[in-house]
């Protein structure tokens, strides 16, 4: 039996991105004794790589936007596949939530009249996007963490500890969720905490919690070309898993359009949409502008036809329609592919992404300051004289872990919260550039909201943590060291990153992920044997050496839901099931634990219907499109006005 | 156009420690952390360092370079000849957790100190209104990933550990500047810069600025202004008067 040190908070927080810190916020606001877990230093979360911006219906640019049309913007992206309800939420939310971040001391870009600045993005029909720079994620990430220094001062003036009722655990990563049976959830679990490790010095730590928040992120580190940092290993959704929670979507994974290819060391860094958003154009080795080519049906009428139309919208886009350019990502991410498929790629494997023929240099040095920076620095490349040389990097997981729209809680798990990447159902089949953020801090407040809540519902009902769960969790973490020398951690996952990359990538095959599927249970027997030399302290082979569970699982999650699904859908394309099918949009696949415990299970569910007032929001003709027959509503609705510009 | 290069890295904790040496693999376009992720994955799978996002984005990976504070993932390996040595420690202003990692607290310690941000009474959200050439000073200020390097450069507490208690250093000396610049900002900031936060230790060597991976101008645009602005008031005649009359300057 293990003796470890222990906490014990009413609500604990996993993860210290734009959602955890959200969520942490509105847990203390609302009197909750909270913490914070995070696996780096307080303020580096990944939410700080997120440049566009923040989407909300502001309209401060645009008068003709309102949450209506972000939210039909929001499914049509998703290509109807979005949980309908939390994209109304986040839709309705989002604005109220941007304001409020100033009111922290956030300094957005401004407009003319000194209100918040929004800029263009892909799939967004309006100006949308709160930004500064291209650095908002960081302005999303400083303001939250400094609002979270705001109330520890003020618990330091009430109760002389800054500490007394929100505080950070950081560097610590969580290994496993304690749960003891509950006969009155659906799934019989009930959450008591939650047991890690300090990355510092090894030692294990328990929280005790009722309620716990997972904000763990995405999965991109199970792919070899990912904008993501080494943080996303899938951690979230794997403990929500083993707890006994269903992941939703996970076949449908972003591909971001433009990473860049070179060097090699740089393979995958995000290369900002909002480059395309301010002028840039994207063209192939022949010099044309590729993307007129690319625009499928279901966006026909909306996207420019001539490069002349699209330029004129930049200005006037009342009287035109947008360049192809700024189709949603999974459109241009397969449109890049397709070009350096047929041959016409640049040096690197990629395709020309130009702004400097389209905006004087000092515009493009003040509006994409750390695209110029991070070009001039890292590939020797100055982006306001040359073009850069981009392809597509695994950007952002839509699937996670299945939620209640309003509350954010698993159904399967009581007492557990998601929100943020490491949800799912918001985005649908695909996101938008500028909804992450917006979703981290509309879906992060209701989560720490609804945790609150029940927690205050529970009084002083407490259970206790099971001892046997933590002399099992502490048995499974110092596992690698019993396996000196076996495998090299290192080489799994390089491996599973290839597998990942090669077989269940951006186009998919029926046999590509049946054999991805049997590497996979190779890797994880390897996986079981890693070894790791040295001691506890700060052992970053150690680390790795667990975190393959997670990656190894959640990629199982990817690849087994991606072989089932047999059509092409945002983030999902089959070469062998090209068309999109409306019956297939009437189906969420839900992985599940097995009974074994090292597998997943697969079931199908039946999505709730669209609510009739959503439903009039869009014009017949574009439901026929996604929906079957049966589904659609027996009069059709009268377009409203904006529509048509 | 591989070749292989020699490294020194300090390995060690608390207690003691050395500079080892290694030959690893260095290929076209890498930067030092690949360097160090390579010795990771084939020599030394223990070797301690933190990092993130590898973009020069999160402030994470810094150390120094030679002697020099520099974010490991930004300091490309073509900067360097193949012959040379490349000796890499960890920051040398806070206490060594183990290899390249370091006891930062002092920093959090530090940003909890600075006031936050204070809008004016019954100001609503939605309501704020800012010209963006007034808010461009702060935003300068605010783009900083908190890498601590010039924390870490800066003489006054790299030098001097005595000083630790009294000086906050440049990155919130630059926080209280960016808060006191801010267009909507009602608090106080000026004097508590000077006498809490050791405004006044700073001699405007500009080090901080030298080392600041994301060019804010620290010095010339955060520091040297605040210490204009404390000046201003400080000797302007007519404050000290006030000061005297109404008993506000009670430690001056």
């Not at chain 1, 904008?227 to 006994?244: F, H, I, P, R, V």
């Not at chain 1, 945790?451 to 259970?463: N, P, S, T």
């Not at chain 2, 010095?219 to 000797?235: F, Q």
């Amino acid at each position: 039996m293990s003796e470890v040190e222990r906490h014990s908070y009413d609500v604990v927080v996993i993860g210290a991105g734009g959602a955890g810190l959200r969520a942490a916020i509105e847990a203390r606001m609302q009197g909750m004794r909270t913490a914070v877990v995070c696996k780096s230093l307080f303020g580096k979360a990944h939410t700080v790589m997120a440049e566009g911006g923040i989407a909300a219906s502001m309209g401060n640019v645009n008068s003709n936007d309102n949450w209506q049309v972000h939210f039909r913007d929001t499914m049509r992206g998703g290509k109807f596949l979005n949980h309908w309800r939390m994209a109304e939420l986040h839709a309705q939310e989002a604005p109220d939530r941007v304001w409020e971040l100033e009111t922290w001391g956030a300094l957005f870009d401004r407009t003319k009249d000194g209100r918040i600045s929004q800029r263009n993005f892909g799939g967004h029909e309006y100006p949308r996007l709160a930004h500064v720079g291209d650095r908002t994620g960081l302005e999303l990430i400083r303001t939250l963490q400094q609002k979270i220094v705001a109330l520890q001062q003020e618990d330091e003036a009430e109760f002389g500890d800054p500490e007394a009722r929100l505080k950070v655990f950081q560097e610590a990563t969580v290994t496993r969720l304690l749960t003891v049976p509950d006969s009155g959830s659906e799934a019989g679990n009930r959450i008591t905490g939650a047991f890690g490790y300090w990355r510092e010095s090894g030692r294990f730590v328990v929280f005790e919690a009722p309620a716990i928040v997972l904000a763990t992120g995405g999965i991109g580190k199970s792919f070899k070309v990912t904008s993501n940092s080494w943080e996303y290993t899938g951690d979230g959704q794997a403990l929500a898993l083993m707890a006994g929670a269903s992941l939703i979507n996970m076949e449908f994974v972003q591909f971001h359009p433009t990473g860049m290819v070179w060097p090699p060391s740089v393979k995958g860094i995000l290369v900002t949409e909002s480059v395309r958003g301010d002028g840039g154009v994207l063209t192939n080795s022949e010099g044309k502008r590729f993307m007129f080519d690319y625009i499928p049906d279901v966006f026909k009428e909306k996207y420019a036809k001539t490069e002349e139309e699209g330029d004129r919208w930049y200005t006037d886009p009342d009287n035109n329609r947008r360049p192809p350019e700024l189709l949603p990502r999974d459109e241009v991410a397969r449109a890049i592919n397709s070009e350096v498929k047929a041959g016409r790629g640049t040096p690197h494997g990629g395709v020309y992404l130009d702004v400097s023929s389209r905006l004087p240099a000092d515009v493009i040095r003040r509006k994409l300051p750390s695209m110029h920076h991070q070009f001039k620095e890292l590939a020797d490349v100055d982006i306001t004289a040359e073009p850069m040389e981009v392809g597509p990097t695994c950007h952002y997981v839509m699937g996670g872990i299945e939620v209640d729209p309003d509350t954010a809680a698993t159904p399967g798990v009581l007492g557990l919260y998601a929100a943020g990447e490491v949800a799912g159902g918001m985005h649908g089949s695909n996101r938008l550039g500028g909804n992450s953020l917006s979703d981290l801090l509309v879906f992060g407040r209701r989560a720490g909201l609804y945790a609150a809540e029940y927690v205050a519902e529970l009084g002083d009902e407490r259970r206790d943590v099971p001892q046997d769960q933590i002399d099992a969790a502490a048995a499974e973490a110092v596992g690698p060291f019993n396996n000196e020398g076996a495998e090299n951690p290192y080489s799994v996952h390089q491996e599973l990153q290839q597998t990942m990359n090669d077989l269940v990538g951006i186009i998919r095959r029926e046999g590509e992920m049946a054999e991805a599927l049997g590497r996979l249970e190779e890797l994880k027997a390897r996986a079981e044997k890693a070894g790791v030399e040295g001691h506890r302290q700060y052992n970053p082979g150690w680390h790795l050496a667990i975190d393959l569970r997670n990656m190894l699982l959640v990629s199982e999650c990817i690849a087994k839901a991606a072989l089932e699904r047999t059509e092409s859908r945002g983030g999902h394309t089959r070469e062998d099931h090209p068309g999109m099918s409306a019956d297939w949009r009437k189906v969420v696949l839900a992985c599940t634990l097995a009974d074994d415990g090292g597998h997943v299970d697969l079931v199908r569910r039946t999505p709730e219907p669209m609510r009739g007032d959503l439903l009039a929001l869009f014009e017949l003709d574009e439901l026929k499109k996604y929906l079957t027959d049966a589904e659609l509503p027996s009069a059709a609705p009268s377009a409203p006005d904006e529509e048509t510009n | 156009m591989s070749y292989k290069a020699n490294f020194r890295v300090w390995r060690g904790d608390v207690d003691s420690g050395e500079l080892r040496d290694y030959t690893v693999e260095v290929n076209e376009g890498e930067v030092v952390l690949d360097i160090i992720h390579r010795l990771q994955a084939t020599q030394a799978p223990d070797l301690a360092v933190r990092w993130n996002c590898k973009a020069g984005k999160c402030g994470s990976c810094s150390a120094e370079i030679n002697g020099r504070p520099r974010l490991l993932c930004m300091t490309r390996m073509s900067t360097f000849s193949a012959e040379e040595t490349i000796t890499v420690t960890p920051m040398r202003t806070f206490p060594v957790v183990r290899d390249l990692v370091t006891d930062v607290s002092f920093n959090y310690t530090k940003a909890r100190q600075v006031p936050s941000f204070t809008p004016p009474e019954g100001l609503k959200a939605g309501e704020y209104r800012m010209e963006q050439v007034d808010v461009e000073r702060s935003q300068e200020f605010r783009k900083c990933i908190e890498c601590f390097l010039c924390q870490n450069t800066c003489h006054v507490i790299r030098d001097f550990e005595d000083n630790k208690p009294a000086f906050s250093g440049p990155r919130y000396l630059m926080r209280i500047a960016e808060l006191d610049m801010h267009p909507l900002d009602v608090a106080d900031r000026q004097k508590a810069a000077q006498e809490e936060h050791g405004l006044g230790y700073c001699n405007i060597t500009k080090c901080c600025t030298d080392v600041c991976p994301e060019h804010i101008k620290i010095t010339d645009n955060a520091l040297i202004p605040m210490k204009e602005r404390v000046a201003d008031r400080k000797y302007d005649p007519l404050v000290w008067l006030g000061d005297k009359i109404l008993r506000r300057g009670k430690t001056q």
